[in-house]
């Protein structure tokens, strides 16, 4: 019924996207950039959260919209659900995975770079990686705000990456 | 025989609205839809204590006037769908099942990476196959 398509050329498109907006489209502000791909999420998680719920009942409460985040919408997206979720019961929610798929293949080890970058400075250098893997994070950040948003949630969704490939996802909802 | 059909957003914005007749009654049957939303959100916000399908998506029947019959659909997002038809005896599979191929056809509309949430959706696609649906209602065929 639908069209299929390999897994590695969407994950060559979201990483070409995010190299797009960071380097050619506005180069100078990052800030801009950052915007940018998370209006796109945005708009993606909007658009897929309305697929994914079609065949279910109606949920009852936040917990079991972000339940539902964690499970069906992330094994439909990336086919595995997410490790764990933290809460403090008053409107905050920490979405950790452990193993994310598009950060499988990111190191920001300086020394493994080779001899194609421009800087001389390794340390430098382990800051650029840090700060594209950090516009690449803000594209499921839309996608989780997008996806919360249709489902009448209002929330700020922010991503850590202390350690990769592990990454989570802190979930605030406005009240 | 379908008359009307509708899909209203989640904050009673109108997204589709369609009539099926050549009468010029259209008002009459988008007035009808309209009261129909007051039901939809009394249903909502005051679920009856012995109803099992708090959280269902098909609401049922909801407004039997004179000549028609209002149905109703409520998505996980907010969205409400809306047939009005003059038959006078409704399988409740065959609306479930209308329901169910009218939301398939929503979602691939909202996909459209040129659509615009919270506009109308203008897509000749979406009404064409809203169409296919509406004729095959009631015939006992399943898609």
Redesign the interface.
């Given at each position: 019924m639908g069209r299929e398509v390999a897994e590695s050329c969407l994950d060559g498109v979201v990483m070409e996207m995010v190299s797009a907006y960071c380097s050619r489209f506005y180069a100078a502000k990052p800030e801009l950039a950052a915007g940018r791909i998370e209006a796109i999420g945005f708009q993606v998680g909007h658009q897929l959260s309305e697929r994914y719920t079609m065949d279910r009942p109606r949920f009852s409460d936040h917990l079991e919209a972000i339940k539902f985040i964690c499970k069906d919408f992330w094994s439909e997206l990336f086919k595995k659900q997410i490790d764990n979720l933290k809460t403090n019961h008053r409107g905050t929610f920490v979405l950790q995975d452990n193993h994310f798929p598009w950060l499988t293949r990111v190191s920001l080890d300086p020394s493994m770079e080779s001899t194609d970058a421009t800087e001389s400075d390794s340390a430098s250098l382990g800051d650029t990686a840090a700060q594209t893997t950090t516009m690449l994070l803000y594209f499921p950040c839309g996608i989780i705000r997008g996806a919360l948003t249709n489902l009448g949630i209002t929330c700020a969704v922010s991503a850590d990456m202390s350690n990769l490939p592990a990454c989570s996802f802190v979930v605030r909802i406005k009240t | 025989m379908i008359v009307c059909v509708a899909v209203v957003g989640?904050q009673n914005n109108p997204l589709y609205l369609q009539s099926f007749t050549e009468a010029d009654d259209a008002l009459k049957l988008h007035h009808v839809v309209h009261c129909s939303l007051d039901v939809i959100d009394e249903r909502v916000n005051n679920p009856k204590r012995n109803a099992p399908t708090?959280?269902?998506?098909f609401l049922g029947l909801l407004y039997p006037t004179e000549n028609y019959k209002v149905y109703g659909y409520?998505?996980?997002?907010?969205?409400k769908f809306l047939m009005v038809t003059t038959d006078l005896d409704v399988k409740d599979a065959d609306a479930r099942n209308f329901f169910r191929k009218f939301?398939?056809a929503?979602?691939d509309a909202?996909?459209n990476?040129f659509h615009v949430?919270g506009k109308k959706i203008a897509s000749r696609s979406f009404g064409a196959r809203v169409s296919t649906i509406v004729k095959s209602f009631g015939s006992g065929t399943t898609v």
């Open positions: - | 989640h708090l959280n269902e998506t409520l998505t996980n997002t907010k969205v939301h398939a929503y979602v909202v996909s990476p949430p």
